[in-house]
């Protein structure tokens, strides 16, 4: 599986979620990730909103396999409920 994180520097929650996916990627042989700085992207909320197919307000935004799961609160929930986080 592959996930990707938006978000921007300063973000406690980026920051969480980058977290979480790096340990995901230690414990686990199906799992990737790839960390997008929207601001070096020159990404916008409404480019997100766009992928997620959904008003998106905050980062980070999570997307598996390109489906959007959300912020980091529910990636952390997807992560314990299907992933042995």
Same mark, same amino acid.
């Given at each position: 599986m592959f996930v990707e994180i938006f978000g921007r520097p300063g973000c406690p929650y980026c920051v969480r979620a980058k977290q979480v996916a790096e340990q995901l990627t230690e414990e686990r042989d199906d799992f990737e990730f790839r960390?997008?700085?929207?601001?070096? *992207?020159? @990404? /916008? $909320?409404?480019? @997100? *909103?766009? $992928? *997620?197919? $959904?008003?998106? /307000? /905050?980062?980070?935004?999570?997307? @598996?396999?390109?489906q959007h799961i959300g912020g980091c609160t529910d990636f952390e929930a997807y992560a314990r409920a299907n992933l042995a986080l």
């Amino acid at each position: 599986m592959f996930v990707e994180i938006f978000g921007r520097p300063g973000c406690p929650y980026c920051v969480r979620a980058k977290q979480v996916a790096e340990q995901l990627t230690e414990e686990r042989d199906d799992f990737e990730f790839r960390y997008v700085d929207i601001n070096v *992207a020159g @990404l /916008t $909320k409404d480019d @997100l *909103a766009a $992928k *997620a197919g $959904k008003p998106v /307000t /905050t980062v980070p935004q999570i997307f @598996l396999d390109e489906q959007h799961i959300g912020g980091c609160t529910d990636f952390e929930a997807y992560a314990r409920a299907n992933l042995a986080l």
